[in-house]
Structures are given as C-alpha cells and as structure tokens.
C-alpha cells in the first residue's frame, strides 16, 4: 500500500511546480471587450494577440499592414477619410469599432 501512494504524493505535489514554470513564460493578457477587465483565458471568444516584437519583425509600420498579421480583421481604405474596418465580418464604414493607433500610422 504504501508503495502505490508514494509515486502518486510524488506526481501531486510536482504538478503544481510544473504548472507554475510552464506559466512563468507567458505574460497575462487583459482584455476588455466585455466592458470589465479580464484575463484572456477567461474570455469565451476568440483572440488574435500581436505583440510588439511581432510588429517590429514584420515590419507592420500602419493599420493596413495589420490586418495582414490578424486572420480575422479586414481594412480597406479608399482614402484617408473613408476607411473601414471589419472583424470576424462585422462593420461597416458607419464608426463601429474603435481604433487607437499607438505608434502605427493610419493608412
């Protein structure tokens, strides 16, 4: 008997360290489509994260070029003034998303 539990005390008590190291990599992501703060892995949708070392890599300079790197994000602009976006095929020219350019140049 005591031989069966002390291999499985074993795999409990290293799970949790095991846990613990493979998480310490990843950063926490927050997202806020849901109008509060919450962690990525608790929001029941789909996401696309691009990171600042991805933009640098690919050279994404404007929001054109992002939508390359995002599957699900359509960008078309006939001019500056008349741009669209849509997401998973939602939008319209009609301001419906929000867009904040954080060192990326419109166009």
Same mark, same amino acid.
């Given at each position: /008997? @005591? @031989?069966?539990?002390?291999?499985?005390? #074993?795999?409990?008590?290293?799970? %949790?360290? /095991?846990?613990?190291? $493979?998480?310490?990599?990843?950063?926490?992501?927050?997202?806020?489509? &849901?109008?509060? =703060?919450?962690?990525?892995?608790? =929001?029941?949708?789909?996401?696309? =994260?691009?990171?600042?070392?991805?933009? $640098?890599?690919?050279?994404?300079?404007?929001?054109?070029?992002?939508?390359?790197?995002? %599957? *699900?994000?359509?960008?078309? *602009?006939?001019?500056? &003034?008349?741009?669209? #976006?849509?997401? &998973?095929?939602?939008?319209?020219?009609?301001?419906? =998303?929000?867009?904040?350019? $954080?060192?990326?140049?419109?166009?």
């Amino acid at each position: /008997m @005591k @031989k069966a539990i002390a291999p499985a005390l #074993f795999i409990l008590l290293a799970c %949790p360290e /095991m846990a613990a190291a $493979d998480d310490a990599g990843i950063p926490e992501i927050l997202v806020t489509a &849901r109008r509060r =703060v919450e962690n990525a892995q608790a =929001v029941p949708a789909a996401l696309s =994260v691009v990171d600042g070392g991805q933009l $640098d890599r690919s050279q994404t300079v404007n929001t054109g070029q992002l939508s390359l790197l995002v %599957p *699900s994000l359509n960008y078309s *602009s006939a001019n500056p &003034r008349n741009t669209a #976006f849509t997401i &998973r095929g939602l939008g319209s020219s009609v301001v419906a =998303v929000s867009q904040a350019n $954080d060192g990326l140049e419109p166009g």
